[in-house]
């Protein structure tokens, strides 16, 4: 009976559990014991996440009201096939990147802060959950603020490693907070537009009255300060530093996670609350969503080039890559928008499993810059492995989840005769191919270090963050074979976002 | 509002930077409050809470389906004044006391962001031993040459 | 459970797998290594002979994969070419191998298991792209191929491998992902699958410029194929090992380039689409500019490997001239010309390489007279030479016959230019190899031992083998051409 109740709250409960867990772990002293906590928050995150995934696979969209107050009253959680991706690959990552994180955390961190960590992390996973659960517009900012703050501390724990974690971490709070701002103001807007702040209920509202001049401003409002927390090019500044900065484990969750999830309200506010089609979205789309996802993926293509610190170049190939999920979603269509989120899905894959193989590489031999990976592939020949398979799938090469994605961004972008943005997806692919490359070259051309009596360094990896690298690069891989999972939860999103506003 | 994001982009002093947010921050908030005011509405507050409570209590025992009815109506009322909240039991209009709880919140992120900023600034003081963001450029670029 | 050629068809992928594993650990040990590898190269071709056979009795074996969904799969079928193709490259890697073991002995190279590790997951994917029944299938086994050979090509591990190696890989992964991988799923899209299929799969899909624009984007997606101006990384790529080389150059990466460049025409695009097609003709005018340009530049090298790279630059151009004149003689050259040339030019490097393994000498100038120590090997070199040219009674002058009997078109007058030319280029840059080895007075400086020492006995027997081979192609044409007739059924 009492399983029967969790499981009918575990919307709520996928929230609250991390969040109090959170709380709990910051008192526990010791660093062990509030790792050992995190990690079983997290699997009950995780395996709630699952129940959350199975009830919306069986076909129905869950919606649980706070407090049982009635919507669109009282704030509504709202589970369809679009935001259960989000959990799933949310709460999930939180747990690899816990499972991953202990070694690195022990040379990272002071041993005395790794209560706090741990809490912090939690705390920030609760955020990002929230963000996708909720169905309450002003809910989304406190949620998205929760993550937010503790994202900022998260970044600047850095500073043991390198001064600079702080002012990274300091500009992202600077921007973040005007982001947040800015999309507080947009809401404000729409709530004097409308007297509701239910998603579902403004979009009624909406599709009542019309559009006026206030909400066209809260539309922009709302965008820019999305796109400021999504790293939208030329948005994205904050983004390269913080990533690069941060302890391993935390770039290796944020670098999967965190812009994804503000990249799904920006979707959610898009097509659910201003339904497509009304005529300054469609121009936006046009006419700035389409170029700046275009120019993100070559610019930053190219800066990614000429990086030499490695978690630099994979920052700056994740902007790219939000490029990519960008022009999915500007297209407008069911396709294109089901392959960026699809593209969404596997990004969070690849880039976390190269976030993690990078991380793994600096604590054996202290790794920070491109030069430094020489002779990898013969020291650590698990990780150069991981992080080469993780880089093609980067590339999108077939056999790895990369190739799904691209190649039904492609076919939207045919389907909608956009022959430029497949130039575009060529053009940055052939850059990818140039970064990673670079890598693996690295990695297996070059001699590796030497010890004293000439022997080659040999590094044992620890097992822990292996395992967690191993699973998402298997994950890679299994969604080439099989991308049943992320590719029917897209199209369901797609079909209900686009269906439901377009009839 | 502008002066706040203003004061963000132009000054180079971490503080001014914390300031300027603040700034920013609570000309939204202002904003907010001011969408609640109905005009000749009474401030949202409950003069007589016994009977007020008297009346929820006594609706909700006639049947659930009752208060969905009366919840019914405020979108009816809202459409007409949409800041407005009318209170179906009382026949009185308040001020609508949404942006406030909103506002509440806000404040309760905008203080915890300034902690965290604070913090953050006092923390780079003892890394660079300045808050001067052209004076930490210099000494990071400084670095970087003497590392290579 | 008995021999079937479905089963044939799994044990094609299979046995060089299995064969990779046993090459890794086996690895303490060489001799048993290196049974492994032959053990392997052995079981390998008496398959692929198996299914050769059945292909032509007429079955047609499929094995799908798996099915991604969305249209997307991964499937396997052997047709004629493929068999053709899987057949030449077994059997010459059986010989390579042999030759490789001798090769990497005799120059005690380092990492010699790592070395047949990669070598063996090249053939499966060599077998995978001679199988593949659709497109993308192929394109996969196509990455594989060149992912597996890169650490073959920069197997000596110095600064000058290491550049030939990522020229190499970024000429081949840049074109294929850049330009092959487009026009993979531009063909999915408009043909809603990538299915190799009889009498082309795109005709009548597709407008005209889009049918040209898709031909570019293969032609020179297919880098693989060495068509100026993607050339380049082939006389890179020689910085490898000799064995490499001859795999390079002569049965796999290459050849899989040429081989999927016939597969496209053939079964992509239609022989009749491409024909009347305006860009093939400016394709076929860029394959004859290839041919001389290849032959010009082989004749200023004096490092034995550097010229007859340059020389399979413009050997290869053979193949995608034929194919985009597109006529069934054509063609029928084209793919003849895969596996002359293949038999003819893996003489000539096992040649350069026993020379080399003897006393590491690869410049042309200094071989004078070194066929007093080593005449098989100098006979077997002008053997091969002379199939080059394209003299019988050697098999290299079937392709040429049958690429002048296809150029019907008032307009192929210049490309017969080109082709008469390049033999006589071909004379010029080959044949003095040989003829000096013979004539010539050994070059006696600085030490007479050391120019004169003796190659390896395993490094002989294989090129010897593959020259005799070339005698006994010329007598097996027809043969092969009737074996071939099926895969232009559905053509006009």
């Given at each position: 009976m009492s399983f029967e109740i969790l499981l009918s709250n575990a919307a709520a409960l996928v929230v609250v559990v991390p969040l109090l867990g959170g709380a709990i772990a910051m008192l526990l002293g010791s660093s062990r014991l509030a790792w050992s906590w995190s990690l079983i928050c997290a699997l009950a995150t995780f395996s709630l996440s699952l129940v959350l995934l199975s009830g919306v696979l069986s076909g129905e969209n869950i919606s649980y009201e706070m407090g049982a107050w009635v919507s669109p009253l009282g704030i509504l959680f709202e589970i369809d096939a679009l935001n259960v991706l989000l959990i799933t690959l949310v709460s999930a990552m939180g747990l690899l990147a816990l499972l991953y994180g202990l070694p690195t955390i022990d040379q990272e961190i002071d041993r005395h802060k790794h209560a706090m960590f741990?809490?912090?992390?939690?705390?920030?996973?609760?955020?990002?959950?929230?963000?996708?659960?909720?169905?309450?517009?002003?809910?989304?900012?406190?949620?998205?603020?929760?993550?937010?703050?503790?994202?900022?501390?998260?970044?600047?724990?850095?500073?043991?490693?390198?001064?600079?974690?702080?002012?990274?971490?300091?500009?992202?709070?600077?921007?973040?907070?005007?982001?947040?701002?800015?999309?507080?103001?947009?809401?404000?807007?729409?709530?004097?537009?409308?007297?509701?702040?239910?998603?579902?209920?403004?979009?009624?509202?909406l599709a009542e009255t019309g559009s006026d001049r206030v909400v066209r401003a809260a539309f922009a409002f709302i965008v820019i300060g999305l796109g400021l927390k999504i790293a939208m090019f030329p948005l994205h500044t904050w983004l390269p530093n913080a990533y690069s900065f941060s302890p391993s484990m935390i770039g290796v969750f944020l670098a999967s996670t965190a812009t994804k999830v503000a990249l799904y309200m920006l979707i959610r506010f898009l097509y659910t609350v201003f339904s497509a089609g009304q005529s300054f979205e469609t121009a936006m789309f046009d006419y700035v969503l389409a170029p700046m996802a275009v120019t993100a993926m070559i610019v930053c293509s190219v800066q990614a080039s000429f990086q030499s610190d490695v978690r630099r170049l994979l920052a700056y190939s994740s902007v790219a890559q939000i490029g990519y999920m960008l022009l999915g979603l500007s297209m407008g269509t069911v396709a294109g928008l089901a392959a960026g989120l699809i593209h969404l899905f596997n990004h969070a894959l690849m880039k976390g499993a190269l976030f993690m193989a990078v991380g793994i590489a600096g604590l054996g031999l202290g790794v920070v810059r491109i030069s430094e990976m020489r002779g990898l592939g013969k020291t650590m020949p698990l990780t150069a492995a991981g992080l080469t398979i993780a880089g093609l799938s980067l590339m999108g090469v077939p056999l790895t989840a990369g190739f799904i994605s691209k190649y039904y961004l492609v076919i939207a972008a045919l389907e909608n005769g956009w022959w430029w943005a497949v130039v575009a997806i060529v053009v940055s692919s052939v850059l990818a191919i140039f970064y990673v490359g670079r890598m693996i070259e690295v990695m297996y051309l070059q001699e590796p270090p030497k010890t004293a009596d000439d022997a080659v360094v040999t590094v044992r990896s620890p097992i822990l963050p292996l395992v967690a690298l191993y699973v998402l690069v298997i994950a890679n891989v299994w969604f080439f074979f099989d991308p049943s999972l992320p590719m029917g939860l897209a199209n369901t999103a797609a079909n209900e976002l686009i269906g439901g506003a377009g009839s | 509002m502008m002066t706040g994001l203003y004061v963000v982009i132009s000054t180079g002093n971490l503080v001014k930077k914390l300031v300027g947010i603040g700034l920013f921050q609570t000309s939204v908030f202002q904003l907010y409050i001011s969408l609640s005011k109905v005009r000749g509405a009474q401030p949202p507050i409950i003069e007589k809470p016994a009977k007020y409570g008297d009346a929820v209590k006594s609706a909700g025992e006639k049947s659930a389906e009752t208060v969905t009815d009366l919840l019914a109506k405020i979108p009816e009322v809202t459409a007409l004044d949409p800041a407005s909240v009318y209170d179906p039991l009382m026949g009185v209009a308040y001020s609508n006391p949404l942006p406030h709880v909103l506002i509440l919140t806000a404040i309760v992120v905008g203080v915890a962001t300034l902690a965290v900023g604070l913090a953050l600034v006092v923390r780079i003081r003892e890394a660079y031993g300045t808050i001067e963001e052209d004076a930490i450029d210099d000494a990071e670029y400084k670095a970087e040459v003497n590392a290579s | 459970m008995s021999w079937t050629p479905e089963i044939g068809l799994v044990l094609l992928l299979l046995i060089p797998a299995f064969g990779c594993v046993g090459i890794l650990m086996s690895g303490k040990s060489p001799n048993i290594r290196d049974g492994v590898n032959l053990i392997m190269g052995a079981t390998l071709l008496a398959n692929v002979i198996a299914l050769v056979i059945a292909v032509g009795q007429g079955a047609r074996p499929t094995w799908l994969l798996v099915d991604i969904g969305g249209g997307l799969e991964l499937s396997f079928t052997l047709e004629p070419l493929g068999a053709l193709f899987a057949a030449l490259a077994s059997g010459l890697f059986l010989l390579n191998t042999i030759y490789g073991i001798g090769y990497m002995r005799g120059t005690n190279a380092k990492d010699q298991t790592r070395f047949f590790a990669f070598f063996a997951v090249a053939i499966a994917a060599t077998m995978g792209v001679a199988a593949s029944g659709n497109m993308l299938t192929l394109f996969i086994f196509y990455e594989i191929l060149t992912l597996s050979t890169f650490p073959l090509v920069t197997h000596n591990g110095d600064e000058k491998a290491r550049r030939g190696g990522r020229i190499y890989l970024g000429i081949l992964m840049t074109t294929s992902i850049g330009l092959l991988l487009p026009a993979v799923i531009i063909t999915q899209v408009f043909a809603g699958s990538t299915e190799f299929v009889a009498g082309g799969l795109l005709g009548g899909h597709l407008s005209d410029v889009l049918i040209g624009v898709l031909l570019v984007l293969y032609t020179f997606g297919i880098a693989k194929a060495a068509l100026i101006p993607v050339h380049m990384w082939l006389p890179n790529a020689m910085v490898a090992p000799t064995p490499v080389s001859a795999f390079l150059h002569a049965v796999a990466v290459v050849k899989a380039g040429v081989f999927t460049m016939v597969k496209m025409v053939v079964y992509l695009f239609g022989i009749d689409v491409v024909r009347e097609s305006a860009v093939s003709h400016w394709l076929a005018i860029l394959a004859a500019i290839t041919i001389v340009i290849g032959s010009v530049i082989a004749m200023t090298k004096d490092n034995l490997k550097a010229r007859l790279a340059w020389s399979t630059i413009g050997q290869l151009s053979y193949v995608t001239?034929?194919?985009m004149i597109a006529t069934p003689l054509a063609i029928l050259g084209a793919a003849l010309q895969i596996v002359m040339h293949a038999f003819g030019k893996i003489t000539l490097f096992m040649c350069a390489g026993a020379i080399y393994s003897a006393n590491k000498t690869v410049n042309i100038s200094k071989m004078g007279g070194m066929a007093k120590t080593m005449p098989w090997v100098f006979v077997a070199f002008f053997v091969g030479s002379l199939s080059i040219i394209g003299l019988p009674p050697f098999a290299g002058i079937w392709p040429k016959l049958l690429l002048f009997m296809g150029m019907t078109e008032p307009g192929d007058r210049w490309l017969v230019i080109a082709l008469i030319l390049s033999s006589l280029l071909n004379i010029v840059y080959l044949l003095p190899v040989s003829v000096n080895a013979f004539l010539k007075k050994p070059d006696v400086e600085?030490?007479?031992?050391?120019?004169?020492?003796?190659?390896?006995?395993?490094?002989v027997v294989p090129p010897v083998l593959t020259a005799i081979s070339v005698l006994v192609l010329f007598f097996m044409a027809e043969p092969i051409m009737e074996y071939l007739r099926p895969i232009f059924e559905g053509s006009s």
């Open positions: 741990f809490g912090t992390f939690l705390i920030c996973v609760a955020g990002l959950i929230g963000v996708s659960i909720t169905g309450d517009a002003f809910n989304v900012f406190v949620f998205l603020e929760v993550s937010s703050i503790s994202t900022y501390v998260l970044v600047a724990m850095g500073s043991k490693q390198n001064r600079q974690a702080l002012t990274a971490s300091f500009n992202y709070l600077i921007l973040g907070t005007i982001g947040a701002t800015f999309f507080v103001i947009g809401v404000g807007l729409l709530y004097m537009a409308t007297g509701t702040l239910n998603m579902v209920d403004i979009s009624r509202v | - | 001239l034929g194919v600085p030490d007479v031992d050391a120019v004169l020492a003796k190659p390896p006995i395993l490094t």
